[in-house]
């Protein structure tokens, strides 16, 4: 079997794991330091974490897809295509940052009518309300750290990453716990400290930009209407796809949420151990993507399937680790959060079996999905999602109505799971020629 492509993706793929684990530690210390505040917390940072990052899949989803461009102008060996495709993205970025401003709040008052309590419910929506106002940013840096990961500076974006979290990680303990003389801020603390440090990453990202001629020239910026609209014909199915995805996560906790405040409270934590698997997996998926949209620029379609089967062993590999680990170690994992309930450590342990399982097949869902990205297959994948989210959704409420219990619904998660990354499989071996744009 040749492996020629395992180096180059490893060498891409370094950098951007380590970049996707902060994410995964940022969650952890916002986590954690809830814990110290109350469990209730911990409860409400789930589900509104979950709703955050809905409401910005579409944003960030639709903007970051520039990086395909870029990574294509880049194999192409095109600079100015290259800052050309990352203007797009910005241009995305500037009216979703406004768009979201406007709509934050509004969007927020949906926690007061899901069926959680008084308090958690106030909780969920001040996060939510905070950070989805803040969205510019995060929508600017997927942009921006995606024109440098698409030109192979992958450890320029995750050091930048880096800055991010070390921000968050000394603003969030005064912030939330109320030291050196600060006010007790709980939730809102957690969300002011995450917006510090994305705030420090995008303004840091714009210096990189500004010094590399982002802004010098006009030709760079003047994007033709139809050229805008063909980018938006394939990167909002893309966003779309994101937000989809994340809806039916989001709906799963509030379901979850609707048995209990412990199994919410085990859920959320469970979400946050899988990540510091599957985060990492993502960065590469991330890579994959970005190699095959240089083979697509540099008309080495041949190379394409060939990327994407040597990324999914080294995807497996990672997750089948962490599998073995989340069976093994379920309650140590879980004390990282200084849970002492009895109950919800007993759901947690019950929630990690599960997690070990679907999380094998979130290897095909991390990669797959970054490879159809970038051959432009979004409305596809969008569609299918649409499908798998909407079969998901209609379990749940059955669920919900007859039989509401832990290993039901997180049973069903698992098999949603897995019937996406089925989907993905079985389109790409169906993909006989790979033509970029195709859906």
Known sequence: MNLSHIRPIIRLATPLVLSASTIVVQQLIDAIVLGYHSENAIAAMGPSSMAVVLVQGLLFGTSGYSSM???????????????????????????????????????????????????????????????????????????????????????????????????????????????????????????????????????????????????????????????????????????????????????????????????????????????????????????????????????????????????????EAWMILFAIVFLLLPIPLLRLFHVSNPTTIAHGVVILRFVAVYCIFDAANAVLGFVLASLGDTRWTLGIFLVATTTFLLALTACDRFAPTVSIEWGLATLFVMATALAWILRLRSKREFRVGES
């Open 69 to 315: 461009f870029v990574a294509r102008a880049h194999g192409a060996n095109d600079p100015p295509g290259e800052r050309h495709a990352a203007w797009m993205g910005l241009r995305v970025s500037f009216w979703a940052g406004i768009a979201m401003l406007l709509l934050a709040w509004p969007i927020g008052a949906f926690f007061f009518h899901i069926g959680h309590g008084a308090e958690l419910a106030s909780g969920e929506a001040l996060y939510f309300r905070i950070l989805a106002a803040g969205s510019f940013l995060p929508t600017a840096s997927a942009c921006l750290s995606g024109w440098l990961s698409a030109r192979k500076r992958t450890l320029d974006a995750s050091l930048i990453s880096i800055l991010s979290l070390v921000v968050n990680a000394i603003l969030a303990p005064p912030l939330v716990l109320g030291l050196f003389g600060l006010p007790r801020l709980g939730l809102a603390g957690a969300a002011f400290a995450t917006l510090a440090g994305q705030a420090a990453s995008t303004a840091t990202l714009f210096l990189l930009f500004q010094r590399e001629d982002g802004f010098r020239h006009a030709s760079d910026r003047t994007i033709p209407r139809s050229e805008m609209r063909d980018f938006l014909h394939l990167a909002i199915p893309q966003g779309l796809r994101i937000s989809v995805e994340l809806l039916a996560w989001s709906a799963f906790l509030v379901f979850i949420g609707r048995i209990g405040v412990e199994p919410l409270a085990a859920s959320s934590i469970a979400f946050r151990i899988n990540g510091m698997a599957f985060f990492p997996a993502m960065g590469v998926g991330q890579a994959a993507g970005i190699l095959v949209a240089h083979a697509i620029g540099a008309n080495r379609e041949r190379d394409i399937a060939p990327i994407a089967r040597q990324a999914l062993l080294i995807c």
